[in-house]
């Protein structure tokens, strides 16, 4: 394992166990939705939104665990949004991780109240005093979520990726389509360091340039996956996304073009970085790794 | 028209309006989505949770304007709960309001993708300044309504009447669903004014005691129209909680005991507005009108 990789492996263990505390639990009449909630956000994952945040806190010398109930909301938003996207209404995946994805295991209503439990629960972590002294904070908090997990960030990228099975897009459209579906709250992720440590304007600006041309990034390498993976590697289905028709940059770039402009995005991203200087080295090792994933 | 039919309709047409303004709207790519946000939101209903934040300002002598973007916020929830509740895989309606629920006008994914902004939208709402200059209420606002909307609160009280279907509850089992599902908005829709205004916690908590019981009369009114009602005077489909077999307060109780218990559960409910003398003439008013109305 590479210094990285287990930096990663270590910030992963901390964010599942901050999610275990957080999460509701008990014996109450309704825990079977509690179960549901700690079955969908404690089944594994990367990570790679809350590592975000804690890499970008690392900026301006705050450590891990100051930073792990806002890395914990945004993961547990990212949750949320797989459980809906996965629902047989919309993209109708049974697997998700290897694992029954939620409303196979439970069933399609017990998946649609995990998914808005996760949500509001995001949103009460964020409000609570733990997350940061100043309320002006976590003020700043809640509000760059909401815009970014809204109708005018994720949920409207994820109406627009679902239009698009119909009416398909141009390149601009792919691109605006994936900016929010995925980059605003990847924006959102490497901006909340900053947003907690209370840094400059230009500063966070410069973390959100950063996530957007790492977004995109992730995005073209995650539709290669999904051309090139296997499913027993990517550990969902895959080859879905043509199937489905989906918009995706490798309809119009080829396999070899989606990977050099994934290359190309990677470089631009980290020149956002350029003035943190060696802080900024766990964001850095970041790209790289998003470059190359298997899964 | 009496003075307090006057007073409601006059508030649910500011409410309106407020949310018109706070709705996203344009012609991105992803408008649909905001069209079916608007379609939901702006359909018509009676507003009563924004009227106990109006109502429950007015205690405290904040006027209307003041109070909308709260009450805003609590309706929008509301919405986006419905929305979810008429989903096929939840309570399967067609009919809203005399209208066709979201997923018959639009489709099942723009259903759930609606509620999901729409309930994000709230949370946006109460972080902005504009909600109030001071951070800490504004805070207060969105910790209070994430308790009340979430696992622990709205959602997790469906997850209990879903369940309820094949498990029948026993009276305390129907009690703790009720409060859940619906006590829990009501409460905070209740409390938000005296939260907007700063006010001491015994008050807040007056204000709590009263929607506590004002939303278990609600609840048994509601189960009485179901029962008795016309789908063309209630506005949506009739009679579905009996053939669901759903647990309500009637099966126990027998229509007559239901109505008395209503009752009961009003005057207990104005008791706790004693000490507020006139300033909550409204919030009494609100009272007899739930106790007796039609639809």
Redesign the interface.
């Known amino acids: 394992m590479t210094d990285f990789a287990a930096k990663l492996a270590k910030a992963a263990k901390a964010v599942d166990q901050e999610m275990d505390n957080l999460l ?1 639990h008990g014996q ?3 825990h ?3 179960d549901a ?1 700690r079955y969908t956000v404690l089944g594994g994952g990367k990570r790679l939104r809350p590592f975000l945040v804690i890499a970008g806190g690392e900026i301006f010398d705050l450590d891990m665990a100051e930073c792990l109930r806002v890395a914990a909301a945004v993961e547990i938003v990212h949750a ?1 949004s797989l459980v ?1 996207d996965d ?1 047989p ?2 993209d109708d995946d049974d697997l998700r991780r290897g694992q029954p994805t939620v409303h196979i295991k439970f ?4 998946a ?2 995990t ?7 995001a ?2 972590i ?3 005093r733990q997350t940061s002294p100043d ?2 904070v ?2 700043a908090l ?2 760059g ?3 970014a ?4 960030g994720m ?6 990726d ?2 698009a099975e119909s009416h398909p ?1 141009n390149e601009a ?1 792919i691109a ?2 994936q900016r ?1 579906k995925t980059g605003e709250m990847i924006a959102f992720s490497s901006e909340a360091g900053g947003i907690l440590a209370r840094a400059r304007p230009q500063q966070r600006q410069a973390l959100r340039m950063f996530a957007h041309d790492l977004g995109l990034a992730f995005q073209i390498t995650d539709d290669l996956l999904d051309v090139e993976g296997s499913a027993e590697q990517v550990g969902k289905a895959t080859g879905k996304d043509a199937a489905a028709g989906k918009a995706t940059i490798i309809a119009k770039l080829g396999v070899e073009g989606a990977r050099d402009r994934a290359a190309l995005l990677s470089r631009q991203a980290t020149a956002h970085l350029d003035h943190f200087g060696k802080k900024a080295n766990s964001l850095r090792d970041l790209c790289d790794f998003v470059l190359n994933r298997s899964n």
Chains 1, 2 share one sequence.
């Open positions: 509701p109450e009449l309704e079977r939705l509690f909630m949320y809906h629902l209404c919309m069933d399609e209503a017990a649609v109240l998914g808005d439990a996760l949500l509001t629960l949103f009460e964020l409000a609570d309320p002006e976590r003020m809640v509000a979520l909401a815009r997990a809204g109708g005018q949920v409207g990228g994820q109406m627009l679902l239009w897009l459209g605006r389509m929010l």
